[in-house]
């Protein structure tokens, strides 16, 4: 296929085509054995028509950022701020290369890339170009919606050689489905510092996917949180294509009353001597469910791999649940790679050692949820984001009946 | 009126039986040795008293200041002034230091009626009370008991007491696993908190604690019952003949 070929509408006629023939996932699927769509599929919420006005617009971060804002899953150019220097916009279907590589995924058997690409209205592209070290971070903001619609955003966000670039996804909508769809290219070390707060309406279900690949001595900082919604699923697939790349995953997902939260990601180490690192941390009370399936692919060749996983899941609640499914495919024989995965309760000695000080069960309970949480908090290298980040896990928790 | 008054607590843990009447008054100002064999109930006396999760009481009262303890939770005991210094103090991973020291005392002072200490104010104090008990900076910043040694453990018992001001204090096993020098610290800890306001329960095994820490009544405690009290001189001839004879005696009469 030659490069002429490529344009939005073609790209979005293969993903229509695709979809069609694959449709939701099967109940048997293995890659959604956790999590079922069925109610989606039925409901089925389409692309809202008219998308204008007013939107609310969260709390960002202290100081200087860029908000760029989506509602219904368009860009609203209109509410978005001027953006830095170094960084272009432009509209998906003037990429090809996006467009390309957006295709490319869409290809492999996979919900998101062709649900999204099919249904999408537009979507952006965005640039940093080499060497740049983009002044303030880019917020995507995500907001507006209805119970009865669907909202679809395709983004591409090319970090170029030697660049650094900070950007935050706020995901807070009222939608009946968000599905965002986001690739991320790191190229040749170029650094990326990334939050994702997911924190949609009680009725809305989310199925984000993100798709990263890093360059030779790319260096990537990740934290999602998983908060809102009723059923959601952050999926990121990574591909590390160049030599002593540096990839740090986490996420940390808060469940209540008959929440939903799947974390999965797929981390392939294509080439020697890179490193991934994944910590994971879900706390669950009254019925929630939390899933995190996390696999790690190291390549024949791609000797010197040091990858980790740590998965764990604290219940509040007898009718919480949690599920891991940490998959190691490795293919190399000189690696250093581990994966864990524990599910408990708050443990009664931490409790009577606090209680006996004076401190009283809630304030107790919030100490030791805080500190569970506190490692995977840690490796948020980007201090506004961390900032950011934070009060929505103390705000989280309420004080429990004795 | 009696600071403490344990009046003939029977208690329980699932379906065995470990207290089996126990009566013991214990007056501000004074200091009382519980002394026993492994497996008498010391322990478990402790964690009754302060209000742990999992133990029966079937029979008896536990009253503090006249007002019966039974019905409150550990943090309401401790807010009432009840301490329980651990044997094992538990290592709590993730939770810091200074957090945890700052919220056990405002919880009592907010209790008290007393306005919450400000950080600045509440550092300078852990601090002087730390250097006294040879507390170094660096485990005052880390997360709580993580990393401390054995004495170090126990040393930030007494710190915890110190900052809280206790009525009662309960010292559970305190000597264990320190050394010569942790055990005179540690003791010239207790002591300079000593005083006429204050009731101290040292639960202890061994004598040894007891020529730092010199209490006014000894009483031995053999299979959930005290068989024997007396003063101080009851902990040497435990040191000299061991506790076989006391509980021989005991079954005898």
């Given amino acids: ?402 | 009126m009696a600071l403490l008054e344990i009046k003939n607590l029977h208690a329980r843990i699932g379906d065995t039986d470990i207290l089996h009447g126990i009566n013991l008054t214990i007056n501000r100002g004074e200091v009382h040795a519980i002394m026993g064999p492994n497996g008498s109930g010391k322990s478990t006396l402790s964690y009754v008293l302060s209000g742990r999760n999992g133990y029966e009481i079937t029979e008896g009262d536990i009253l503090l200041d006249g007002e019966s303890l039974l019905e409150m939770e550990a943090d309401e005991r401790a807010r009432a002034g009840m301490f329980l210094a651990f044997q094992y103090p538990v290592e709590l991973p993730g939770v810091g230091g200074m957090a945890f020291l700052r919220a056990a005392v405002n919880a009592r002072l907010r209790e008290q009626g007393e306005d919450e200490v400000d950080q600045l104010g509440f550092v300078k104090l852990v601090r002087a009370k730390a250097t006294e008990l040879g507390i170094k900076d660096d485990m005052l910043k880390r997360a709580v008991n993580v990393g401390f040694s054995g004495g170090e453990k126990k040393r930030y018992e007494i710190l915890q007491m110190a900052l809280l001001n206790p009525s009662i204090a309960i010292l559970d096993e305190t000597d264990s696993g320190l050394d010569v020098d942790a055990l005179k610290i540690v003791s010239e800890g207790v002591n300079s908190q000593r005083g006429p306001e204050i009731g101290m329960v040292v639960i202890t095994h061994y004598q040894r604690l007891l020529s730092h820490i010199v209490p006014d009544f000894v009483h031995i405690l053999s299979a959930g019952k005290i068989i024997k009290t007396g003063d101080k001189s009851l902990a040497l001839d435990v040191e000299e003949n061991g506790y076989t004879d006391l509980m021989e005696n005991a079954n005898v009469a």
Wanted: glycine letters at 8%; a negative charge.
């Fill in chain 1, 1 to 402: 296929m030659s490069p002429d070929t490529i344009t939005l509408s073609s790209v979005q006629n293969r993903a229509q085509e695709r979809f069609a023939e694959t449709g939701w996932p099967a109940k048997k699927s293995e890659a959604w054995k956790y999590t079922s769509l069925d109610a989606l599929a039925s409901a089925s919420p389409q692309p809202a028509n008219d998308i204008s006005g007013a939107v609310a617009m969260p709390a960002g971060i202290a100081g200087e950022q860029c908000r760029l804002v989506f509602q219904g899953g368009l860009f609203r150019d209109d509410l978005s701020d001027a953006l830095p220097a170094g960084v272009q916009l432009v509209m998906l279907g003037e990429d090809e290369r996006a467009l390309a590589a957006i295709d490319e995924i869409g290809a492999s058997d996979n919900l998101v890339p062709r649900l999204t690409v099919a249904k999408m209205t537009a979507g952006i592209s965005l640039r940093v170009a080499q060497g740049i070290v983009v002044d303030r971070p880019i917020m995507l903001q995500f907001v507006g919606g209805a119970p009865a619609t669907a909202s679809h955003p395709v983004i591409y966000i090319d970090v170029g050689d030697a660049a650094h670039l900070a950007y935050a996804e706020h995901h807070e909508t009222d939608n009946g489905l968000s599905a965002p769809f986001i690739v991320v290219r790191v190229g040749a070390g170029a650094t990326l510092d990334h939050i994702k707060l997911q924190l949609e309406s009680a009725t809305t279900q989310h199925l984000g996917l993100t798709c990263l690949s890093l360059g030779e001595r790319a260096d990537v900082n990740s934290m999602s949180l998983s908060l809102g919604g009723a059923l959601s699923r952050l999926e990121t697939h990574v591909r590390l294509d160049g030599e002593y790349g540096e990839l740090g995953l986490s996420s940390i997902y808060l469940g209540k009353n008959n929440q939903h939260h799947d974390m999965t990601t797929r981390v392939a180490h294509e080439v020697a001597n890179c490193n991934s690192r994944q910590i994971i941390r879900g706390v669950l009370d009254d019925k929630a469910r939390g899933v995190f399936q996390g696999q790690v692919r190291v390549a024949p060749h791609a000797q010197k791999t040091d990858g980790q996983q740590m998965s764990r899941a604290l219940l509040l609640s007898r009718d919480a649940e949690a599920d891991a499914k940490p998959e190691l495919e490795i293919f190399a024989d000189d690696v250093v790679c581990s994966h864990g995965a524990t599910v408990g309760e708050l443990d009664e000695t931490h409790l009577f050692y606090l209680r006996s000080r004076g401190i009283d069960e809630a304030e107790a309970r919030a100490m030791l949820i805080d500190a569970f949480l506190i490692e995977a908090v840690a490796e948020i290298r980007h201090q506004g984001f961390a900032d950011l980040f934070s009060p929505f896990l103390s705000g989280w928790q309420v004080p429990r009946k004795g």
